[in-house]
Structures are given as structure tokens and as C-alpha cells.
């Protein structure tokens, strides 16, 4: 199975490490680079996983909403924020974590920005670094 | 945190929209475990009093601005700059006047 998977340039490795570089570009403000390699991550990641519905697809999904956010285009932002709610949901208690408050948080502040930031990176980002916690998904 | 949100109706639904998630986040953290959020509740609080007070709740907005003072008083390390802007705050709400009628 994993043979199989691999041979087919398919496996939690590959996909982790796409995640990762999509981090390490959303951090040195390559947020293009890191929205592709995000989008490789998650589409990878979905296959692997059973219902579409996976705690890495969360990450990943969360991790792509933020890029999103500093890139200012909030629609996508805020999409993506809500399919990371969703699966955490899945994954929680009852519907609450730790994980599902830091993505309700992260949600409620794009709308915020949606106006008040709307071609203004830095603020966003000078405000976005007080507002969103980051603890969670190791994005820093 | 978050100074004078403008107000029309446009921006108000995204406060609304903003306001539904802010407060699930808050009860949620509050149920988990507050004392090792004390920070971020405390901001949640201070932007959920600016949404009031752009939708011209004052009286609750008054009541998120206190509770987030009390919390950063209690946030380790301190934040004097916070304390600050949300005294100020408080301060400018007792001379406000309701001039607008918020339709959420």
C-alpha cells in the first residue's frame, strides 16, 4: 500500500513537507509560492485521507486562510477559515477545542479586516500579529 | 485595539458577522481553560466593546471594556498600552452621545 502510494508521488510525508514549505514561504512573505504549495498540501492530504475529512487537512486549510488573509484577499480567507472550522469541529468534543476557538478567532478578525484593511497590508499585518493566535497550526 | 470602526450598513454586517464568531471563540475559551488565555479573551472582549459601540450599544460596550481592562490587568507580561487605550476608551463613552439608530 504504501509502495503503491508513494510510486504514485502520494504520501503523508510528501504532503507534510508541502505543507511546511507552504509555512516556510507565507513566512518570508512568498505568499504565492506558499498559496500553491498550501493548495498541493491539502489536495494531497484529502487523498489520503477517508471522507475528505482529515486533522492535517484542517491544519493545512487554516494555514491557507491566514495566507490569504495577509495577501488581503479576505473572501478567500474567510472560505477557508470555515472549512477548517468545519473539520476541526469534526474532530473535537462536542464541537469545542482548543483548536476550534483559535480558528473562531482567526474568522471573527477577517471580517474585521474586511473593510478596515482593505489596501493596507502592513496594518493588516501590525494588527494581525496582536489579533490572530498563530499558536496553534505553528505558523509564525 | 481597533480604532473608530466606521459605520454603514455594509460594514455592520460584517460586524455581525465578526460579533458571531468572536463570541463563540470567547465562550469557548472561557469553557476550556481562561487562565492560559487570558491574553487573547482580553482582546476578544475589547474588540467585541468596539463592535458595540459601532453599532452604538454603549451600555455594552461600557461591559466588554471593563472586563477586558480587568483581564489585561491581570495579563502576564503587563500590557500598559493596552490599559491605556481601553481607559481610553472608556473615557470617550461616557461623553458620547447615540447619534445613529443601528439596524443589525
Do not use: W
Request: net charge negative; glycine share 4%.
Amino acid at each position: 500500500m504504501h509502495r503503491e502510494l508513494s510510486q504514485s508521488g502520494v504520501s503523508e510525508q510528501i504532503a507534510g513537507v508541502l505543507k511546511n514549505l507552504g509555512d516556510n514561504y507565507s513566512a518570508m512573505g512568498q505568499y504565492s509560492d506558499a498559496e500553491v504549495y498550501y493548495k498541493q498540501s491539502s489536495a494531497m492530504y484529502r487523498k489520503l485521507s477517508q471522507n475528505g475529512v482529515s486533522e492535517d487537512i484542517a491544519c493545512t486549510l487554516h494555514n491557507l486562510a491566514y495566507n490569504y488573509g495577509v495577501m488581503g484577499q479576505y473572501s478567500d480567507a474567510e472560505e477557508y477559515y470555515k472549512q477548517s472550522l468545519a473539520m476541526c469541529r469534526v474532530f473535537s468534543q462536542s464541537g469545542v477545542s482548543e483548536d476550534v476557538a483559535h480558528v473562531l478567532n482567526n474568522l471573527g478578525f477577517i471580517y474585521i479586516a474586511m473593510f478596515q484593511y482593505s489596501d493596507s497590508e502592513v496594518n493588516f499585518r501590525h494588527e494581525l500579529s496582536m489579533f490572530i493566535d498563530l499558536s496553534l497550526f505553528g505558523v509564525s | 485595539m481597533l480604532h473608530s470602526l466606521a459605520y454603514n450598513y455594509k460594514t455592520m454586517a460584517q460586524y455581525s458577522d465578526a460579533e458571531i464568531y468572536y463570541k463563540q471563540a470567547l465562550a469557548m475559551y472561557r469553557d476550556l481553560s481562561p487562565d492560559s488565555h487570558r491574553q487573547t479573551i482580553a482582546l476578544i472582549l475589547d474588540t467585541l466593546g468596539d463592535i458595540s459601540e459601532a453599532a452604538n450599544r454603549n451600555r455594552q460596550a461600557r461591559k466588554y471594556y471593563k472586563q477586558a481592562l480587568s483581564l489585561y490587568g491581570q495579563a502576564e507580561p503587563a500590557s500598559p498600552l493596552s490599559i491605556t487605550a481601553i481607559k481610553d476608551k472608556l473615557e470617550s463613552l461616557k461623553t458620547r452621545k447615540t447619534t445613529r439608530c443601528a439596524i443589525l
